[in-house]
């Protein structure tokens, strides 16, 4: 239904910066809320920051004050915006897209990027 695929990971020194980018293709009508997601090596995946198709976002503690998420609604990218960036923010990083499906929600996950920061 919609293929998500993210650019802009890589190594970084702490205190550096990145920012990611999710691009989508196929029924991207469908996309609502958009996210980022991380996975560090041996833990679970966590949600990094969301923002909903009007703008409203949303972030972890762990991150506040220090990424951005931001969307091009009219081509329905998403971004995020990482400075200040820790060793602990290394992780692969994970683009969602909640849609809206006729039998209901669903949801689609990009393959990730991979970040890694330095001490």
């Known amino acids: 239904q919609v293929q998500l695929v993210e650019s802009g990971g890589g190594l970084v020194q702490a205190g550096g910066s990145l920012r990611l980018s999710c691009t989508p293709s196929?029924?991207?009508?469908?996309?609502?809320?958009m996210g980022w997601y991380r996975q560090a090596p041996g833990k679970q995946r966590e949600l990094a920051a969301t923002?909903?198709?009007?703008?409203?976002?949303n972030y972890a503690d762990s991150v506040q004050g220090r990424f951005t998420i931001s969307r091009d609604n009219a081509k329905n990218t998403l971004y995020l915006q990482m400075n200040s960036l820790k060793p602990e923010d290394t992780a692969r990083y994970y683009c969602?897209?909640?849609?809206?499906?006729?039998?209901?929600?669903?949801?689609?996950w990009g393959q990730g990027t991979q970040v890694t920061v330095s001490s």
């Open positions: 196929g029924f991207i009508f469908r996309i609502n809320d």
């Open positions: 923002i909903t198709k009007g703008g409203s976002t």
């Open positions: 969602n897209a909640v849609l809206s499906l006729p039998g209901g929600r669903g949801e689609s």
